[in-house]
């Protein structure tokens, strides 16, 4: 006889798939409220016990209390931060993935699993402009891919410095996100932090900042940022890249948010600068339409981040003793993870499908959106443009307003399920903030969002 918990009750399996199907055929998906919804007191209370709670009862929970107290990430009018718009052959994917349970650790497990999600980082790779035989894995987002890789830099660097324990510092910017310098303080790496000319780490910061130290060779690597978050410059790749090469320096691009732009028609002559990354992440989550919880880490030298990031016990030798050198590849090597699901497969599978082409034109779109918004916003008389479109994301001001009055005008555009727009902070001032992803946001929807700061 079976466990009771492995055997599939299917009225409860139709229930479950009756609501995916719905929700992916809403269009657009409702926006929802986060934290503006309470959840009701004590919809939750009791249902973890002893005898387990009816699944019906569960689901319903969640539909009725819990989904709508989370803004869709996914809904044309979110906004914030950097959206995530998940095409529908991504969803649909990943439900495989999580109905196969698909393991992604290992070549000796998953091969299968590895020789797909390989596919999908060369064609990432090419877009780059890296060599052949650069390659890496996915992880779980920018974050651990940043870490990741500034792991790898820190002890090339410290090995080329002669010893693993070295003083060593990485080149980063102000702008660089946060992520960087939560990576440096984790790894006890210092901050090499340069001053850079409106925002843009630039070659020629980089050298003055160089020239005016007294101990740049402690300086192993940089790290540059391909669109920044807030407001999606991309710095002098070509230059920074150039300097790492003549001073043997790790090159490490964050192109969590902005490295899908390398797709677009316009913008793509600003990522040629890739080619000469040593590593290099773009979350397949943001601008790459897949679902949480995805990020491309690539190294130009793969064998080098194993070297470093392997885990090595007993039970695990045996995934490194494949015969076959080339096709011995564990994701499980070249991140700070040893498990993972095959979060690669839902972009692997949408970019097959829908083909290169729709990918440059969705990201495109976000582009374009941008480039009208702030056409927009520099005509209007209540509002004004704070620097140019970066990317897809327009930075602008309301005249007159402060902190607390943008914050007001936030939340009620999303109790009024309008939009998910949230102010930033730019030099030190609050100001409004848009940040387009999702191809089927609306000009239409722009214009509503900009009328409601008039008054
Ligand atoms: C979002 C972002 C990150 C962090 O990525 P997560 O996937 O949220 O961990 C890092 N760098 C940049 C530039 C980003 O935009």
Redesign the pocket.
């Known amino acids: 006889m079976a466990h009771p918990m492995f055997h599939y009750d299917e009225k409860l399996g139709e229930a479950i798939f009756d609501y995916c199907r719905e929700r992916l055929s809403l269009d657009p998906v409702p926006l929802d409220f986060g934290a503006a919804v309470d959840v009701a007191d004590g919809a939750l209370r009791g249902l973890i016990c002893e005898s387990g709670t009816p699944a019906e009862e569960v689901l319903e929970v969640f539909r009725t209390h819990l989904a709508p107290a989370v803004v869709s990430i996914d809904s044309p009018g979110f906004l914030a931060f950097?959206p995530n718009a998940p095409t529908k052959n991504s969803l649909l994917f990943d439900m495989v993935v999580a109905c196969s349970g698909l393991n992604g650790t290992s070549w000796l497990e998953s091969s299968g699993v590895v020789v797909a999600e390989n596919q999908a980082l060369d064609f990432l790779a090419g877009a780059a402009g890296l060599p052949e035989g650069s390659g890496g894995t996915f992880v779980?987002?920018?974050?651990?891919?940043?870490l990741s890789a500034l792991t790898v830099a820190r002890d090339v660097g410290r090995a080329r410095l002669g010893s693993p324990t070295a003083r060593v510092r990485v080149a980063m910017s102000d702008d660089?996100?946060?992520?960087?310098g939560k990576a440096l303080h984790i790894l006890d790496v210092e901050p090499f932090l340069v001053t850079t000319d409106d925002h843009r780490f630039t070659r020629a910061a980089l050298e003055a900042a160089l020239a005016a130290d007294p101990h740049p060779e402690t300086v192993i690597g940089v790290a540059a940022?391909?669109?920044?978050?807030n407001a999606g410059i991309v710095d002098d790749l070509e230059g920074l890249g150039a300097i790492c090469r003549e001073r043997d320096l790790w090159f490490h691009v964050?192109?969590?948010?902005?490295g899908a732009a390398m797709l677009s028609a316009s913008h793509g002559h600003l990522f040629e600068g890739l080619r000469h990354a040593d590593s290099f992440?773009v979350?397949p989550?943001?601008w790459l339409f897949a679902p949480l919880?995805c990020?491309a880490l690539l190294y130009r030298d793969p064998t080098v981040a194993r070297k470093v990031l392997a885990q090595q016990a007993g039970y695990l030798d045996v995934l490194h003793e494949a015969s076959d050198e080339e096709y011995d590849w564990n994701p499980s090597d070249f991140g700070i993870h040893l498990s993972r699901r095959a979060r690669g497969l839902p972009f692997w599978f949408s970019l097959c499908t829908n083909g290169v082409e729709a990918y440059r034109s969705a990201v495109q779109r976000g582009i374009d959106l941008a480039t009208w918004t702030a056409e927009r916003i520099a005509s209007s008389d209540h509002l004004e443009l704070v620097r140019p479109a970066g990317l897809s994301v327009v930075l602008f001001r309301r005249r007159g307003w402060d902190a607390a009055r943008y914050n007001a005008w936030s939340q009620e555009l999303l109790s009024r399920q309008i939009a998910f727009v949230t102010p930033t902070k730019w030099e030190g001032e609050t100001v409004g903030r848009l940040a387009f992803l999702h191809p089927d946001t609306t000009e239409e929807l722009v214009t509503e969002i900009l009328d409601s700061m008039r008054d």
């Not at 660089?176 to 960087?180: D, G, N, Q």
């Not at 964050?254 to 902005?258: E, I, Q, V």
């Open positions: 950097i779980s987002g920018g974050s651990l891919g940043n660089a996100h946060s992520s960087i940022t391909a669109g920044t978050t964050d192109g969590a948010y902005g992440i979350d989550h943001k919880d990020c």
